[in-house]
């Protein structure tokens, strides 16, 4: 009897309190929610449709209650403009999981940091230090080598398998996951056939378990009071941080004993942060932190946003032409593309582009969190409340964008349209404090691998797909694959001495 009634006595707090902020707050528009869970069962597992169908709806700027919190999601670009630029200051602060918490030590990271000195220092690091134009120059051949390999390994399969297609996505991965742990911590974890040696098991292991904890625990999150029925898994949690920091202070001690041996310090950014650790006075958390932010920020993203553009491609084999021909005007038949090569192929850039403005790897943003109560569209945003803009959404929109829903390069002919923050009309990288500071590291790869991808192979539909039979729906998550992995045939087009890796150690 007294366990209902202490129940029955939260259940009715939440209640008037929800009641209080209806009451006090002018809270945009939105589909009515439930008792305690709010609308966590009204949205459907694609979120950033589901929010689009709303606006559709409700208006360009909606509440909607993820249990007793609430989010407020903006779909057009003059209200992004209103987040990331007019009132940035007050919307830069986090909202923290319990897994986003113990896995950033409470922040002690850059993507979990609520906006304060913390997080200046840290992001100058990244800005000024890790992601220079000195330094990513310096990586570039890591990202050469990489794609290189992966042309090598497509052209072996493609030769021994007889013209029948192959998943794209295996290859692509492997190009995001050895050119990450190659930048960030000085290792390539898979040999030349493929085997992944023991520590990088170890590496993916930890990967896969931290998706698998920060998963694990998503209703609660929303519902405090139900938090007693579904306890942190403190000591899972625990030992996660404690195999994820062996392996890491492993690598770290590595390079300290090889950078002592040596006399100096290699570009990757495990030697960049041991190197500035006393100047900029990074804890070992930080350290841990940052490194394993951008694997978790570059892995899956790269991989993700080609997928997307080589999908559409192969669906619309004029573009894919019209991308050739502009490499074999400019590269030719008897050398590879490099990096270098990026500013005589305005076309491949915007390729490039138009698939990260369709198919932006995080459509949702992470949420801001706002640390005062602002005003966003004449509506309040209580202090507390979380706010996500609707990348995918805007990018989408018929009011800012011709014919949004084709794949058409040249539309960035037409109109000069910046993507690294300064054109709320096209923010697959965000804008404003947060902005994502590795955005040029990230468009470097994204076009190196696409113009490899087309420069040595025309991509054609499996036997008996048509273009317009491909699954182009995507799979529910923060980062958004494509829900059916896309396949396609590639057909060999440059002599076969230009398909050899020549292997780059760094």
Known sequence: MALLLVLASIIFIILAYKLYQRLRFKLPPGPRPWPIVGNLYDIKPVRFRCFAEWAQAYGPIISVWFGSTVNVIVSNTELAKQVLKENDQQLADRHRSRSAAKFSRDGQDLIWADYGPHYVKVRKVCTLELFSPRRLEALRPIREDEVTAMVESIFKDCTQNDGRSVVVRKYLGAVAFNNITRLAFGKRFENSEGVIDEEGQEFKAIVSNGLKLGASLAMAEHIPWLRWMFPLEEEAFAKHGARRDR????????????????????????????????KYDLSEDTIIGLLWDMITAGMDTTA???????????????????????????????????????????????????????????????????????????????????????????????AVWKDPLEFRPERFFEEDVDMKGHDYRLLPFGAGRRVCPGAQL???????????????????????????????????GLVTYMRKPIQGVPIPRLPSQLYKRVAVDM
């Open 247 to 278: 392996l890491t202070r492993a690598i770290m001690e590595e390079h300290t004993l090889a950078r002592e041996k040596s006399g100096g310090a290699k570009q990757h950014f495990v030697d960049a942060l041991l190197t500035l650790q006393e």
């Open 304 to 398: 993700i946003t080609v997928e997307w553009t080589m999908a559409e491609l192969i669906k619309n084999p004029r573009v894919q032409q019209k991308a050739q021909e502009e490499l074999d005007r400019v590269i030719g038949f008897e050398r590879v593309l490099t990096e270098s090569d990026f500013s005589n192929l305005p076309y491949l850039q915007s390729v490039a582009k138009e698939g990260l403005r369709l198919h932006p790897p995080t459509p949702l943003m992470l949420p801001h969190r706002a640390n005062a109560n602002v005003k966003i569209g004449g509506y309040d945003i209580p202090k507390g409340s979380n706010v996500h803009v609707n990348v995918w959404a805007i990018a989408r929109d018929p």
């Open 442 to 476: 990230g468009i470097n790869l994204v076009t190196s691998m696409l113009g490899h991808l087309l420069h040595h192979f025309t991509w054609t539909p499996p036997e008996g797909v048509k273009p317009e039979e491909i699954d182009m729906s995507e799979n529910p």
